[in-house]
């Protein structure tokens, strides 16, 4: 069982920054590929980035590549999403998500753990 905790969410002006962070309890954290997914008003769950056990393989969305930068820390059960340049559509609540997995996932539906959300709002 992993429970994950986001935060850094807020209110940021476009063109700005955020580091979210998310953090999981449990001794396994490095047996857990990662992912970040968001959620804006009205809209389905859409992927955003992802992040294999170690942290040497990661994954965007066109939407975000080159502005958001995912990380890892496994000594601190943490990961990390860099978010520059912010955009009003990048507005949304931000969910990390954990999988007991070696490869990247995309999908929302494989992931096992969820945590509960952290507001992100771009205004412009």
């Known amino acids: 069982q992993v429970q994950l905790e986001e935060s850094g969410g807020g209110l940021v002006q476009a063109g700005g920054s955020l580091r979210l962070s998310c953090t999981a309890s449990?001794?396994?954290?490095?047996?857990?590929?990662m992912g970040w997914f968001r959620q804006a008003p009205g809209k389905e769950r859409e992927f955003v980035s992802a992040i294999s056990r170690s942290g040497g393989s990661t994954s965007y969305a066109d939407s975000v590549k080159g502005r958001f930068t995912i990380s890892r820390d496994n000594a601190k059960n943490t990961v990390y999403l860099q978010m520059n340049s912010l955009k009003p559509e990048d507005t949304a609540v931000y969910y990390c998500?954990?999988?007991?997995?070696?490869?990247?996932?995309?999908?929302?539906?494989?992931?096992?753990?969820w945590g509960q959300g952290t507001q992100v709002t771009v205004s412009s």
């Open positions: 449990g001794r396994t954290f490095s047996r857990y590929g």
């Open positions: 998500a954990a999988k007991d997995i070696a490869v990247i996932v995309t999908r929302s539906i494989v992931y096992d753990y």
